[in-house]
């Protein structure tokens, strides 16, 4: 393991499988998968790089902190992170989806809007809800969520949810609509400041393949 050893956070799923066209650009291959393999450090055809396996919404911390040399991170993610101590040279233009307000069918926000009512925001993106709402003069109460947010609107939870869509599938098949869309969502990659002045000569080349290989997408 040479002080030329490069780590990239990745998170499993979507990123992973659309990050790897990306890496083959750069001549890296993932010599294992990680929907079979239950290990969380996966080796690649360079001796040099390594591909750690992480929680989407972690990637920005293990790259900020230095354990992860770069990773993939959604906008959503890191938004909601900050950005602190990131580099965040190129949109990969890959899992685009968007970030909205919906309600469920027969909530009428344009009214509850206009009349000043307090909306009651259930999400797992809160920082991004807390400025949206913010901007448009909107008081809410926040209810954080994990995961379905979906479902808090149907059962009285929230009026409103905000969450990541793409094809509005799974808001139609359980009687939401999509009110307000607050910003369009694609994957970044992320470099550790650090890591960028000190292995500049191993990274840069990735760097270039990746932006090359994303341009147009
Ligand atoms: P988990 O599913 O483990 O709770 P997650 O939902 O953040 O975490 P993924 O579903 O793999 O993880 O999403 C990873 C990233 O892909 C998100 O941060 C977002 O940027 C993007 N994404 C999420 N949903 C979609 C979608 N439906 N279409 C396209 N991109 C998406
Ligand atoms: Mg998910």
Redesign the pocket.
Known sequence: MSSQQLTLAL?K???FEETLPLLEAAGIHVTEDPEKSRKLILATNDPDVRVIIV???DVPTYVQYGAADFGVA????LFEHGGAGLYQPIDLGI???RMSVAVSVGFDYATAVRQGARLRVATKYTETARQHFASKGVHIDLIKLY?SMELAPLVGLSDVIVD?V?TGNTLRANNLVEVEEIMD?S?RLVVNQAALKLKRERLQPILQAFERASEGK
């Not at 959604?74 to 993610?77: I, R």
């Open positions: 998170s799923g979507r990123i929680r989407a919404s959604g906008k959503d993610v899992a685009k989806c995961g990541l793409s969502i994957s």
